[in-house]
């Protein structure tokens, strides 16, 4: 890593990008000490091209030497009760080396722009409590909504 704290190159991925995937797993699988979960291998090449493709999902990386250091993954959520959509983060991080140089900002800005280009009434994400860095980042931000997130199997 080079000392520059100059902004890092924001991507969004397309079907052809299913490398770049791959270490945007890897960087998620590094961040969250979760291997298991965002195993790099765990999906086809096939099946990324076709997640990749698909206009309800975002996946942006954020590019340093070529190298991506932090990403994101989202999705368009349309809304019945007006017509309009939504932008949820699903997964947002930076390598441990690369954070506190706005890299996360900008990925944010960046689904932040698509968002207006697609109409979108607003972005949002969860935070886990405890995830102190995090809520920081998401409280200089937006605006802070305390909820309750249950998980339902699908049985």
Aim: aromatic share 8%.
């Amino acid at each position: 890593m080079s000392d520059n704290l100059s902004s890092a190159a924001i991507q969004q991925l397309s079907p052809a990008d299913t490398a770049l995937a791959r270490e945007l797993l890897g960087v998620f699988a590094a961040a969250f000490e979760d291997e298991t979960t965002y195993d790099p291998k765990a999906s086809s090449a096939g099946y990324l091209s076709k997640l990749l493709d698909r206009d309800h999902f975002i996946a942006l990386v954020a590019l340093v030497d070529g190298r991506v250091v932090g990403g994101l993954a989202a999705y368009e959520m349309e809304k019945l009760e007006q017509e309009r959509s939504e932008l949820y983060i699903y997964d947002l991080a930076v390598l441990e080396g690369y954070r506190r140089r706005h890299i996360a900002t900008q990925l944010i800005d960046s689904l932040r722009e698509i968002g207006v280009k697609r109409g979108a009434s607003t972005v949002f994400v969860q935070a886990d409590h405890g995830d102190d860095p995090a809520i920081a980042l998401y409280t200089g931000l937006g605006t802070r909504e305390d909820v309750l997130h249950f998980d339902i199997a699908p049985d």
